[in-house]
Every structure is written in C-alpha cells, then in structure tokens.
C-alpha cells in the first residue's frame, strides 16, 4: 500500500498521507512521496498551478513523527555525517516551491502533523481538529516545525503552544493565523476547493513569481526586500499574464491566461 497518495485533478496535485491506521503518522516513506509529489507538480507546470495536502479519514490529518519506528529509521537520531534531517529537506523543497501548497487539515495535526500545515502556504481546517506541538511531554523540542511556526503564529502564541504542550482548537488555530478558513467537516471539501477555485482565477505566471519574491523576502532586511520588489514588479509588467490581464481588464471579461 502507498502511503504517500499522488493524484493529479486537471489543474490541482492532490497528496494524502495514507495511513489512517497510524493516524497519518510520519515515516520516511511519507516525506519522501510528499516531496516526489511536489516535484511531479512543478514538473507539470503551467498545467499544474496548485498543491493539496491532506490525510485519509477524519480523526487526524497528521500526528506527526511515527514514534513506534525502529532502527535507523527511528525519529529524533543523529547522523553525525550527514546532519540533515528528512522533514529539513522537505521544507527547504517547499521553499522553492513555486506553486502555492494548500493544506486541506482533515482532522488533528500535531508535531510533526502542525509542522506539514505551517509549511503550507493556505489551510482549510475542519472545525473539529486540534493542533499541538506536544514534543516537551516526551522530553524534546519541536526544532523543526518552530521554523515555520515562527513565520506564521504569533511569538506569545507559539511559546505557551510549544512549552506547555498543550493543544488549541481550530477556531484558536485560526486567530492565531495558523489556518485560514474553519468549517464543519461536511464543508470541508466544498471550502477547500472553493479556495483552489479562487487561486485558479488569479494569473499563473503572476502567483509563481510572486511567491518566488515572497518566499526570498522572508530574510531579508527591508532595504533588501524593496530592491527585490522593485526589480520584479517592473519584469511582470513585461510577462504575457500582464499584458492579457489589462485588456480584459479594461474589454471587460474574464482574462484567458497564457500563464507566461
């Protein structure tokens, strides 16, 4: 059984975690059929223009490292060779990305599982699901996830969530900036793919070089940022999305994208 699921939906990549007997828990065939799925999707560009992540059933969307792994596939090891860690190069892929990831948050996401969703660039939450970073009652600290967490969450937020180990609701998660939308577990999918409707509407060559600036601005100084910004803004102005977005604009309908 593929643990890792990769389905291809006209212009959306769907990838969903497939262990559902495991509540979605991590495993390196799970970060690895992630990645390959994001690689798939921007292989497929401009015919691709977004990512979906979710996991199988209702109770979690991911609980986050597969602790009952054993041997060298066992979490929280050191390779003192090879320091890299498997969900590192994850999310160093997803930083260049140039496709937005929207996570569609099925169920509970914790650790690990919060981690995926703060990676993710949109989230759609169903009402029910909890979200934690439970490491410190197992004697560690979520390193990796607080790298995106810090972008994302508020700094008082994110500590109490992090030192107390103690999980928020969805409706938290979402004043928190965690996730975008909550709804009710029979929305879900009509929440999520109106949100995949919306981002199909905005231009393609417009949405992957402006998360392309986005993702460079993160640590930059401002005077680094505005330079970046200025030199940008003037190359989209020249793409073929630009040119096409103002005559619609200004005949009146809808624009046909070329998506360069």
């Known amino acids: 059984m593929n643990e890792l699921l ?15 007997d495991r509540r979605n828990a991590i495993n390196t065939e799970v970060i690895t059929g992630i990645m390959d799925g994001i690689r798939q999707a921007i292989q497929a560009m401009p015919d691709v223009r977004v990512i979906v992540l979710t996991g199988t059933g209702s109770k979690a969307f991911c609980a986050g490292a597969d602790l009952k792994r054993t041997g060298k596939d066992r979490p929280f090891q050191i390779n003192h060779t090879d320091p890299a860690q498997e969900i590192g190069d994850l999310f160093r892929l997803v930083e260049r990305c140039p496709l937005p990831i929207v996570a569609r948050v099925n169920g509970h996401a914790v650790a690990g599982g919060l981690g995926l969703v703060a990676m993710c660039d949109m989230a759609v939450a169903t009402e029910n699901a909890k979200f934690g970073a439970p490491e410190t009652r197992i004697g560690v600290w979520p390193m990796m996830i607080m790298t995106h967490l810090m972008r994302v969450m508020p700094k008082r ?9 103690e999980p928020i609701s969805a409706m938290e998660a979402n004043a928190a900036g965690l996730i975008n939308h909550v709804v009710p577990e029979s929305e879900l999918d009509a929440k999520t793919d109106w949100l995949i409707q919306r981002i199909l509407k905005s231009s393609p ?9 986005y993702r460079a601005m993160q640590d930059m100084t401002m005077h680094q940022a505005l330079v970046l910004a200025e030199s940008n803004g003037g190359l ?4 073929e999305d630009a040119a096409e977005g103002i005559t619609a604009f200004n005949e009146k309908r809808p624009p046909k994208w070329p998506g360069i």
Do not use: C, W
Not at 205 to 213: E, K, P, S, T
Not at 236 to 239: E, R, V, Y
């Open 6 to 20: 990769i389905q291809r939906d006209g212009p959306v990549m769907r990838l969903t975690i497939n262990r559902e």
């Open 205 to 213: 060559a417009a949405v992957r070089r402006g998360l392309y600036v």
């Open 157 to 165: 937020k994110l500590l109490e969530l992090m030192v107390t180990g």
């Open 236 to 239: 989209m102005g020249t793409s």
